[in-house]
């Protein structure tokens, strides 16, 4: 089993549709908690960083973190054709894990 | 991208040659990172420098050796190069291990 699971899509979806990204993660030590974008060719970008459980929202964006469940989310509202781009989850401790990453498309 | 340069961006190259990719980084961040990226597996630790000349392997290490020594370069290389090691190379720097990593523009290698 991998430590951390994505569902790598690919997923398409209409401009001003909101988008949900999940994770699921198997080890209760990780303590941090992070969203990362990456465009086609470019190296990895962080979106959100949280360490509790909770919510966080950072404009269009919220993080939501559940460490009962050991399940993460990221929303985007309102998305745009700018927003296309896998998107990878990743947990840490010591040293992050990433997921696979999800493809997401955004259609005009 | 923070500072962070990789070279080459793109090599080809032979079953059983030597490779070596280089990062460098003007951001002083003590920490360093290399990562594979493969479709179905994202990213994947091979790599990491926690200081000069201290180094640690990831999750996928055979075939591969590291080595810094100077702050700034972290020096990936593939002893004998193999086709399973055609990938994309990801360098990464971070200030701690519980802070944000920061990536370089990657290497696309191929073997051939």
């Known amino acids: 089993q991998k430590e951390v699971e994505q569902d790598p899509g690919p997923l398409s979806v209409p401009e001003g549709a909101i988008v949900s990204l999940n994770c699921t993660y198997s080890?209760?030590?990780?303590?941090?908690f992070m969203w990362y974008r990456q465009y086609s060719r470019k190296g990895p970008e962080l979106l959100m960083y949280?360490?509790?459980?909770g919510n966080k929202e950072d404009g269009r964006f919220t993080a939501q973190v559940d460490k009962s469940s050991k399940y993460i989310s990221l929303f985007i509202r309102d998305s745009q054709p700018s927003d296309s781009a896998t998107y990878l989850c990743?947990?840490?401790?010591?040293?992050?894990?990433f997921g696979q990453g999800t493809r997401l498309t955004i259609n005009p | 991208d923070a500072g962070i340069t990789q070279s080459p961006r793109h090599k080809v190259t032979e079953t059983g040659t030597p490779v070596t990719l280089r990062c460098h980084q003007t951001?002083?961040?003590?920490?360093m990172y290399w990562y594979r990226q493969d479709p179905g597996h994202g990213l994947r630790l091979i790599h990491y420098?926690?200081?000069?000349?201290?180094?640690d392997k990831g999750e996928v290490s055979d075939g591969y050796s590291v080595s810094r020594s100077k702050t700034e370069d972290f020096l990936l290389t593939l002893e004998s190069a193999t086709s399973s090691q055609t990938s994309v190379y990801f360098c990464?720097?971070?200030?701690?291990?519980?802070?944000?990593?920061?990536f370089g523009p990657g290497t696309r290698l191929t073997v051939l």
């Open positions: 990464a720097i971070s200030e701690s291990v519980l802070l944000e990593q920061f």
């Open positions: 080890n209760s030590a990780f303590q941090y």
């Open positions: 949280t360490y509790s459980s």
């Open positions: 990743a947990v840490g401790a010591q040293k992050l894990v």
């Open positions: 951001e002083n961040h003590r920490y």
């Open positions: 420098s926690y200081g000069v000349k201290d180094t």
